[in-house]
C-alpha cells in the first residue's frame, strides 16, 4: 500500500501561500484493500518527525478535504504526513511532505524603493552585503511592481516567471517567499580560502524590474499605466545562521539603482533587451528613493507560472516574401529562448504568429499586440530570453540573424501555471485525438495565472464567460482548485467594489458591465469546484460571492417591476452564434431576455443547493422559493399551456434542457428534434449553446447524435478547424475560410478554448466517467460506445483517486470493459447494451467480456439519415433495387432530402415510395455489419 499524493490546499508543498485555513489531501493506490479503517495525520517541526506539533485521527477523515485546527507560525516550515491503515491490515505512511508559511503577520522592516521618477528606464536595484557566519537557512520575501526577477549573486531565485503575476492592485500585492539558501555564499565558503584572507563573503542580491500588467498597455481601450506609473520593489532577505541568530536585509535607502538593458517591455508589445542601451550615456549607479504603495502586501496565492514544456522546431521555412519562419508545429504561449554568441551591434527581431497565408508570415489578427522580441548583441556569449512577456504563436518570424537559422538555433518555453494533469483520454481515431489535444492546448495557453480568452493579441483578459463555459472541462484535464481560488479571490474582490455585480472581465479597472453567462461564473465556477474536490471549506468560502451575484440580479428585477427576469442593458447572448443577421455576426437569434432570465435561474439554483449543503436552512429555503419564481416567468412567457416552447433556436432549446426548465420535456426534445433538422444538424448556436451541445444531447440519452456532430468534417464543425491544420481551438467557427485564409482580423483568436468545451462530452459520456457525488467519492461509469471509435483509454485522477474507463469493440462484435476504482471509492458501472446491467462496485480493476445484445458493429436503424448513408456503395445498391426514388435522393445531394430518415421514406407515398418497400429496405440496411467507418 502507498499513501502519496500530499497536497495542502490542492497545492504539493506550498512555501510562502496563505495558510488561512489548512485543508490537506492524500491518495492510496497499490493495495488490494477496499477502504480505511484509520487515518492519523501527523505535523512535525522536524523532517525526521522528531518534534510532533499536531495530530489528527479518526476513520472519518478524507482523503480529498480534511481540515487541520492547525494554526502555523510566520516564516515556518512543517513537515506533515499521512498514516492509513486499511480494512485489509495493511498500514502504510506517506513520504514527508512540507508546507512553509510567509511573513504572515509580521510587520515589514522593508520599504517600497525605486528610482528617480526622472528616470523612466527599466531598473535593476541591488545591495551588496557580507556573510561571515555559517547560513542554516535564508528566505526572500518579495514583490516587484509591476513584474520582477530577483537574482542572488547572478542566479535567479525560484523558477517561475511573471512574479508577482496579476494582482487585484486596488487591494492587494502579493509576495513570494523563496528559498535562497544555497545561493548565498557564508563563512563556510570563506573558510576555503587562503588563511591571510578574510572569511566574510560578498553577496549581491538584484532585483529587475518590468512593468506586466500593472502599468503596461493592456485591456480593451489599451489603456497604460492602469494601476501605477513607478516599478517598484520590497524585499526582505532573513538569513537564519547556524548560532541561532537571524540577520534581515530590506529593501531601504542603502540600496542602489541603475537602468538595465531591457529598453522597454509589455504584456502586448513584447521586449527590447538591448545590451547597446547605454554604450553613448552614461549608466551610473544612484541611491534609491524611497516609494508608497496604496495597497497591502499578502501572502501569495497565485500558483506559480513555471516553463511546464519545451519545444523544438519541426520546420525552418523560408517564405515566398523571403522570410524566415520557424513552425514549432504547435500554437501555445510561451516565450523564445537561444543561446547568442553574435558580433557586437547584431540587432534580431522575432514576431510571433498563429497561421501562414499564401506560404508568407502573418499576424494581424493580433490587433495592437506588437508580440516582438528584440535583443541587440554586444558581442557576449550568453542564454537570452524576454523576461517581462509572454507570447501565443506557433511560428516565429527571425529577422537580423547573422547566420543561418537551424532546428537547434532556437526553443520554445511553454508557460503555464503549475497545475497536475489529471485527465488523459485516447481514442483509435486520430482526428478525435487532435481535437482532444487542441482543447488541451487551449487550455495550457490561457491558464497563465488566470483564465483568458486568448494568449496572443491585444486583449488576454479574464473573460469570465469563457472562464464559466469552460471550468468543467478544465477540471478533467487539470487539478484547477488552487488556480480557480485565485481567479475567484479576484472575482470577488472586483465584485465588491461593483455592488455585488460580476464584471464581464478582470481586471476590470472600473468598467463594471455585467451580463448574464459571464456574470454567472460567479455561481457556475463555485459550484464546479464543489462537483469536482468535494471542498465544503472552499464552497463555504465563495458561498458569498454565489449569494451576492443572485442578490443583485434580484435587485435589478425589483427595479424593474419584479417580473421574473433578468434584464439587465447590454447582454452578450449566444455569441458569435450562427444563426444571427449573418454568420459573422457577433450575436446568434436566442433572446437576450430569455438567456438571461434562465441563467439568473440557475444561478438561483445552485446558490440554494450551495445553502442546503453548507447548512444555511434559512437562505436556502429563500433562494428556492425565489428560483421558483423565475421558473414559473419562464414557462408563463415562453411554453404554452400545453408544454409548446415559444422560441425556436438551438441555444434556446439546450439551455431548457440542461437547466431543466420545461412544462414538458419530451415535447421540448421532439422540439429540439425538429430544429436540428431543419438545420440540417448543423451547429447554429455560440458560446452559451455550443459548450453545451453535446452533454445536453447525452444527460438526455441522445448520444448517438452528439457523435454525429462531433465527427462532423464540414463548416461549421470541430474537425472542420481539425482537418485545416489546428492545433489550438479557435473562436470562430470559421476562423479560416477552406483554403486556409483568415476570414478576418477584428476578432478572430486561433487559440480561444471556449468552444473546447466539446471535451467534457470525452470524458462524461464517451469514457463515461461522472461523479455520483462531490468530490468522486462515489462515481458513475458508463461509457456510450460508437462503432466510429474502435476503442477508447481513458484515466481521470480524480480528487479522490484514479477512475479508468477502458473500451474496445472487436471486429467480430465482442464488447471489452477495463475499469478501475480507487481506494476508498466506489462506483455504478452501467454497461453498454447488455440489457440493461448495472453493478455497483468496489475499489479494485475490473474486466468485462460480453457480446452485446444490440452489436454495435450495425450501424444503421430506421432513424439513420440518408446522408450517413451517401458514402456506402452497399447501402446504395439497396437503395438503387428496392427505393431507387430514395437512391435518387442521395445522388441528388438536395439538403432537404438528405436529411430525412430511412423510417421518413415510409411517408413519400407520392414519390412512390410504399411503406412495405421501405420496411424490406430498412431491414437490409440495418443487417448490414460495419466494422471500419
Not at 550568453?382 to 547566420?403: A, C
Not at 464581464?504 to 459571464?518: E, H, L, M, Q, R
Request: proline fraction near 4%.
Amino acid at each position: 500500500m502507498k499513501v502519496s499524493g500530499l497536497k495542502i490546499n490542492g497545492i504539493t508543498d506550498p512555501v510562502g501561500f496563505s495558510f488561512d485555513r489548512i485543508l490537506c489531501s492524500w491518495k492510496v493506490t497499490d493495495t488490494s484493500a477496499k477502504r480505511q479503517q484509520r487515518v492519523r495525520i501527523q505535523i512535525s517541526a522536524t523532517e525526521d518527525f522528531s518534534g510532533i506539533l499536531y495530530e489528527k485521527e479518526g476513520s472519518e477523515l478524507c482523503s480529498n478535504e480534511t481540515k487541520l485546527d492547525f494554526f502555523p507560525e510566520p516564516c515556518t516550515r512543517y513537515y506533515w504526513r499521512v498514516t492509513v491503515t486499511a480494512d485489509n491490515g495493511e498500514t502504510a505512511s506517506s513520504k514527508p511532505a512540507f508546507f512553509e508559511t510567509g511573513k504572515m503577520n509580521q510587520p515589514w522592516t522593508a520599504r517600497w524603493i525605486g528610482a528617480s521618477r526622472e528616470d523612466t528606464f527599466h531598473p535593476v536595484l541591488t545591495k551588496q552585503f557580507s556573510i561571515g557566519k555559517r547560513i542554516k537557512k535564508a528566505r526572500l520575501y518579495i514583490c516587484g511592481l509591476g513584474l520582477y526577477e530577483a537574482y542572488v549573486n547572478g542566479k535567479k531565485a525560484g523558477n517561475e516567471y511573471l512574479a508577482p503575476f496579476l494582482n487585484d492592485y486596488e487591494a492587494c500585492y502579493q509576495y513570494q517567499t523563496y528559498d535562497v539558501t544555497r545561493l548565498l555564499k557564508d563563512f563556510a565558503a570563506g573558510e576555503k580560502k587562503c588563511e591571510n584572507q578574510e572569511l566574510e563573503e560578498e553577496n549581491t542580491i538584484e532585483i529587475l524590474l518590468g512593468k506586466g500588467w500593472y502599468m503596461g498597455t493592456f485591456g480593451l481601450k489599451n489603456q497604460s499605466c492602469l494601476f501605477g506609473d513607478e516599478m517598484k520593489a520590497i524585499a526582505e532577505l532573513h538569513v537564519d545562521y547556524e548560532d541561532g541568530s537571524q540577520e534581515v536585509i530590506g529593501t531601504d535607502e542603502s540600496w542602489k539603482y541603475r537602468g538595465s538593458d531591457i529598453e522597454d517591455s509589455g504584456i502586448y508589445m513584447g521586449e527590447i533587451y538591448n545590451h547597446s542601451l547605454w554604450e553613448k550615456r552614461e549608466n551610473p549607479w544612484k541611491k534609491v528613493e524611497i516609494k508608497t504603495a496604496p495597497g497591502r502586501l499578502t501572502e501569495r496565492y497565485s500558483l506559480p507560472v513555471v516553463a511546464k514544456e519545451e519545444l523544438h522546431p519541426k520546420e525552418i521555412i523560408h517564405t515566398p516574401a523571403g522570410e524566415t519562419v520557424v513552425d514549432f508545429g504547435q500554437n501555445h504561449a510561451g516565450f523564445m529562448e537561444f543561446e547568442a554568441d553574435f558580433p557586437k551591434g547584431t540587432r534580431i527581431v522575432i514576431e510571433c504568429g498563429e497561421v501562414l497565408q499564401n506560404g508568407n508570415f502573418y499576424h494581424d489578427n493580433y490587433r495592437d499586440a506588437k508580440s516582438e522580441f528584440v535583443y541587440v548583441s554586444d558581442g557576449r556569449k550568453e542564454k537570452v530570453r524576454p523576461h517581462f512577456t509572454y507570447f501565443g504563436y506557433r511560428y516565429l518570424k527571425i529577422s537580423g540573424w547573422p547566420f543561418e537559422v537551424t532546428r537547434t538555433s532556437i526553443v520554445s518555453k511553454v508557460i503555464y501555471s503549475d497545475m497536475e494533469r489529471t485527465g488523459y483520454f485516447v481514442t483509435s481515431n486520430p482526428k478525435i485525438n487532435r481535437l482532444y489535444e487542441n482543447c488541451l492546448w487551449g487550455m495550457k495557453s490561457n491558464f497563465i495565472d488566470l483564465p483568458t480568452d486568448c494568449p496572443q493579441r491585444s486583449e488576454r483578459l479574464g473573460w469570465t464567460g469563457d472562464a464559466q463555459v469552460f471550468a468543467p472541462t478544465a477540471s478533467y484535464h487539470m487539478d484547477t482548485r488552487a488556480f480557480y481560488r485565485k481567479f475567484l479571490k479576484d472575482l470577488h474582490s472586483e465584485q465588491q467594489r461593483a455592488d455585488g455585480a460580476i464584471p464581464n472581465y478582470i481586471p476590470s479597472k472600473g468598467d463594471f458591465g455585467t451580463a448574464s453567462v459571464w456574470g454567472d461564473a460567479g455561481t457556475f465556477i463555485p459550484a464546479l469546484l464543489y462537483r469536482d474536490f468535494g471542498s465544503l471549506e472552499e464552497l463555504r468560502e465563495f458561498y458569498p460571492m454565489m449569494r451576492e451575484w443572485v442578490d443583485y440580479m434580484h435587485r435589478v428585477d425589483i427595479r424593474n417591476g419584479e417580473t421574473g427576469f433578468f434584464r439587465n442593458g447590454f447582454q452578450f447572448g449566444d455569441w458569435l452564434a450562427l444563426d444571427g443577421s449573418t454568420e459573422q455576426s457577433f450575436k446568434g437569434s436566442t433572446d437576450d431576455d430569455y438567456i438571461g432570465t434562465v441563467y439568473y435561474y440557475q444561478s438561483v439554483s445552485l446558490t440554494a443547493q450551495a445553502a442546503r449543503e453548507l447548512g444555511y436552512e434559512e437562505e436556502a429555503e429563500k433562494y428556492e422559493k425565489l428560483a421558483g419564481k423565475i421558473r414559473n416567468a419562464v414557462l408563463d412567457e415562453y411554453f404554452t399551456a400545453t408544454g409548446r416552447f415559444a422560441l425556436d433556436t438551438q441555444a434556446s432549446y439546450i439551455i431548457a434542457l440542461k437547466f431543466g426548465l420545461y412544462r414538458d420535456k419530451e415535447r421540448l426534445i421532439r422540439q429540439f428534434q425538429e430544429r436540428l433538422k431543419k438545420d440540417a444538424y448543423k451547429i447554429r448556436c455560440g458560446f452559451v449553446g455550443a459548450p453545451l451541445l453535446c452533454m445536453t444531447l447525452g444527460e438526455n440519452k441522445m448520444e448517438k447524435l452528439a457523435y454525429d456532430f462531433i465527427f462532423q468534417e464540414e463548416f461549421p464543425s470541430w474537425l472542420y478547424c481539425v482537418n485545416l491544420g489546428a492545433t489550438t481551438i479557435w473562436e470562430r467557427w470559421n476562423s479560416l475560410l477552406p483554403d486556409g485564409s483568415i476570414s478576418g482580423t477584428g476578432m478572430n483568436s486561433l487559440n480561444h478554448y471556449a468552444y473546447g468545451s466539446v471535451v467534457e462530452f470525452f470524458y462524461a459520456y464517451i469514457a463515461g466517467i461522472r461523479p455520483a457525488e462531490p468530490g468522486y467519492k462515489k462515481a458513475i461509469i458508463a461509457p456510450v460506445p460508437d462503432m466510429r471509435l474502435h476503442f477508447c483509454k481513458c484515466c481521470y485522477h480524480s480528487a479522490s483517486g484514479n477512475y479508468v474507463s477502458e473500451w474496445k469493440i472487436d471486429n467480430n462484435g465482442i464488447f471489452h470493459l477495463h475499469v478501475e476504482i480507487p481506494f476508498g471509492c466506489e462506483a455504478k458501472v452501467q454497461l453498454p447494451r447488455s440489457g440493461g446491467r448495472k453493478e455497483q462496485l468496489f475499489a479494485g480493476c475490473y474486466d468485462f467480456s460480453y457480446q452485446p445484445d444490440q452489436d454495435f458493429r450495425k450501424i444503421y436503424d430506421e432513424n439513420t439519415r440518408l446522408s450517413q448513408i451517401a458514402k456506402d456503395s452497399e447501402v446504395l445498391n439497396i437503395l438503387k433495387e428496392d427505393l431507387p426514388a430514395a437512391y435518387q435522393m442521395v445522388m441528388s445531394r438536395n439538403p432537404e432530402h438528405m436529411e430525412r430518415s430511412l423510417n421518413e421514406l415510409k411517408d413519400l407515398f407520392f414519390m412512390g415510395i410504399t411503406p412495405e418497400a421501405a420496411d424490406k429496405a430498412i431491414k437490409k440496411i440495418s443487417s448490414l455489419e460495419r466494422w471500419e467507418i
